[in-house]
């Protein structure tokens, strides 16, 4: 396994962490269950977009080191 | 967004987040990182948008608005059996969907009231789980409750405009309009969310 493989599994896993927080915040209604969306859920699900950013801008893929 | 697309959206996106990581080979290619970009980038951050809409919409709900344990009293005081309570008439007799009791009264509707109102909210779910709380009777408002919040709803009506109570001298009515003359002066509406008076108080039954 690449390293660019593991980043993206690894940031799959921390995107999934963060919907399925996201979900169970919005099955009560009560205000430790926005605390849990906005503190936790969201922190969750941006960390994991930025480290598939990263992943994906930090690695060329087959076809740019083709036309390289 | 409606509640149900919201939900499919998420438990769909979580799906899709999980296979990507069993397949987490198609980062090799362009078209397999386009893929992974919608599923672990595009559609995560339209779910928390989603959230967050649906949140802020819970957020207007009496039912999160009781969910402090210091505001316990100030919904019992909505069920007091007795007309002289101004929150409880206006709960009981449906003047306010009850759904909403707390929001109705206590946003602002002028330009950028939501916003404020939603920013006071957040002051009051981080002192609820990260400050000091205050005991129900230490519980105070911000500002005093302004005029243009009942008028919202009671301007122009026939009963507002003609009862003798708000014409016991000859510009009252205009300086209620004007916000000179607060609604809840002494011995006006001044008898609200009286959390003291819970002890050995009657209350309306059939409130849910």
Request: contains cysteine.
């Amino acid at each position: 396994m690449t390293g660019v493989e593991k980043r993206v599994r690894r940031a799959g896993v921390i995107v999934a962490t963060g919907l399925i927080i996201e979900l169970l915040s919005l099955i009560p209604i009560h205000a430790l269950a926005f605390i849990a969306f906005a503190a936790v859920g969201i922190p969750v699900i941006a960390a994991g977009v930025i480290l598939f950013l990263l992943a994906v801008v930090s690695e060329p893929t087959a076809g740019d080191e083709a036309v390289r | 967004m409606p509640r149900p697309i919201i939900i499919t959206l998420i438990v769909l996106s979580a799906v899709l987040a999980l296979i990507a990581v069993f397949r987490s080979g198609i980062a090799h290619s362009r078209e397999g990182r386009i893929l992974a970009f919608v599923v672990l980038a595009v559609l995560p951050v339209l779910c928390a948008w989603g959230g967050f809409e649906e949140h802020m919409d819970r957020a207007t709900s009496t039912q999160f608005c009781l969910s402090c344990h210091v505001m316990h009293d100030f919904g019992e005081t909505l069920k007091y059996d007795d007309r002289s309570y101004i929150p409880a008439v206006h709960y009981q007799s449906n003047l306010v969907p009850r759904e909403h009791a707390c929001y109705t009264c206590h946003s602002d509707y002028a330009m950028f009231g939501e916003i404020r109102t939603k920013i006071h909210g957040l002051r009051h779910v981080y002192v609820q789980y990260f400050g000091t709380i205050p005991k129900p009777a230490d519980v105070k408002l911000y500002s005093p409750f302004p005029n243009a919040t009942c008028l919202h709803c009671h301007l122009g009506s026939r009963k507002f405009e003609e009862v003798n109570g708000h014409h016991k001298t000859a510009d009252m009515l205009n300086e209620v309009k004007s916000g000179k003359l607060s609604c809840m002066s002494s011995r006006c509406h001044d008898t609200v969310h009286e959390v003291a008076d819970l002890k050995g108080a009657a209350f309306w039954k059939g409130a849910k």
